[in-house]
């Protein structure tokens, strides 16, 4: 599937959810289902091909089943649980977790099995038909690579890794526009300007710095993963004079670069200028890392990237949001609990529509 192909996807399910937000006449409204829903289908739509309903029994408990495991994740059983794996029998936290996994990796067979039934090589209509066709073709081979496990495991792998975290930047997003009504305004102005009531495409995106600026600094200042993902080393290395052993166990924490304080000018504070030069033009900057970097670097950065930006200014595009009555700005509270995916405290938006 191409970009081109990807990104209607997109357009097709911020329209969804701007809908839905809508329907709520700008009554206050808890934006984590809504908005794991629409990140869920765009992930959805190219492994299945299809979208689902957000109230969809079987979506529903799919998207609770990923978010369930996320959260018991980087619970802290399971953090004690790697350090001292014979514990794994006596741990609830592990059973459920293995549990949930095989009811994701289930409800992942029986699609492929009927997408399977019914597949027709000259007409491949999503990731799993392209991954089937993959598999015929390698029939009678020996070392076969487009297995059913294979097939199961990277479903679940992209569909877990593609939804809590963009769901999450942007969860964070509103927030801070909330937080901080001013830069909200500034940004909407840039969208009136550039993309006036047609819908946001990729292409807008080179036109408007600030708001390119102001979603860098939204994932700068959410730094969702902080602890990236564990890495070993393949052979011996020595880094600034530290000899690291082959097989080190490396945890390549992202806030040392995210809030590197000879790296950026407020590292603790919400500020879009990080990604402007005095002219107003973007600027990239190395320390820049929220997908990390390397050989193992985000799979799914280029498709995060056109999510955060369609879906933040097509919502933007189409309401002010605002703290819930009685509720100012500056009472919102922009600390993070601590689990795997940093998530913002459980908050209520309005979203007040501007037409
Ligand atoms: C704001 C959104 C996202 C952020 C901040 C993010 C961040 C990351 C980070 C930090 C890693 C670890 C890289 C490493 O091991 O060094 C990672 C890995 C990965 N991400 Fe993302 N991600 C996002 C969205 C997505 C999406 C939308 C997809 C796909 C649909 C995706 C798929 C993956 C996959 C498959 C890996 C494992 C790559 C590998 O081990 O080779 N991610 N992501």
């Known amino acids: 599937m191409g970009k081109k192909a990807i990104e209607d996807h997109v357009v097709e399910e911020y329209g969804y959810l701007a809908d839905i937000i809508e329907s709520h006449k700008g009554k206050p409204l808890e934006m984590t289902h809504l908005m794991n829903s629409a990140i869920a289908n765009v992930i959805v739509s190219i492994l299945l091909g299809k979208r689902f ?3 969809d029994s079987t979506f529903k408990r799919l998207v609770s089943l990923m978010n ?42 029986v699609t492929f099995t009927k997408y399977l039934q019914v597949l027709d090589k000259n007409d491949q209509r999503s990731f799993i038909d392209a991954f089937l066709v993959k598999q015929q073709e390698e029939n009678g081979k020996a070392n076969k ?21 963009t769901a999450t930047t942007l969860r964070w997003g509103l927030l801070l526009m909330m937080k901080y009504p001013e830069i909200q305004k500034k940004v909407q ?12 495409r990729s292409e807008h995106r080179t036109k408007m710095p600030y708001t390119d600026a102001v979603i ?20 011996d290395v020595t880094i600034k004079g530290y000899f690291i052993p ?40 190395d320390a820049f890392m ?60 309005c979203a007040v529509s501007r037409s």
């Open 189 to 200: 102005e840039e969208i009136d300007e550039v993309i006036g009531t047609n819908p946001p």
């Open 53 to 55: 309903e957000y109230e």
């Open 290 to 349: 929220p997908f990390s970097a390397g050989r193992r670097i985000c799979a799914g950065e280029t498709l995060a990237k056109m999510e955060l930006f369609l879906f933040f200014t097509s919502l933007l595009q189409r309401f002010t949001f605002q703290p819930p009555p009685g509720v100012s700005p500056s009472d919102l509270d922009l600390s993070a609990p601590t689990r795997f995916v940093i998530a913002p405290v459980t908050h209520e938006v």
């Open 145 to 165: 690579f487009f297995d059913d496990e294979n097939l199961t495991e990277v479903v679940r792998n992209l569909f877990t890794a593609g939804m809590d975290t």
């Open 246 to 285: 082959k097989g080190t166990y490396i945890i390549p924490l992202l806030n040392s670069v995210l809030q590197d304080k000879t790296q950026w000018e407020k590292p603790c504070s919400f500020y879009p200028e990080h990604f402007l030069n005095s002219e107003g033009k973007f600027v990239k900057k």
């Open 216 to 235: 860098h600094e939204i994932q700068r200042f959410a730094n969702i993963l902080p602890l990236n993902l564990p890495h070993e080393t393949t052979m």
């Open 68 to 109: 369930e495991n996320m959260r018991l994740f980087g619970s802290p059983s399971m953090s004690l649980y790697n350090m001292f794996p014979i514990l794994g029998p006596f741990l609830k936290d592990k059973k459920s977790f293995l549990e949930n996994l095989k009811e994701v990796n289930d409800f992942i067979k």
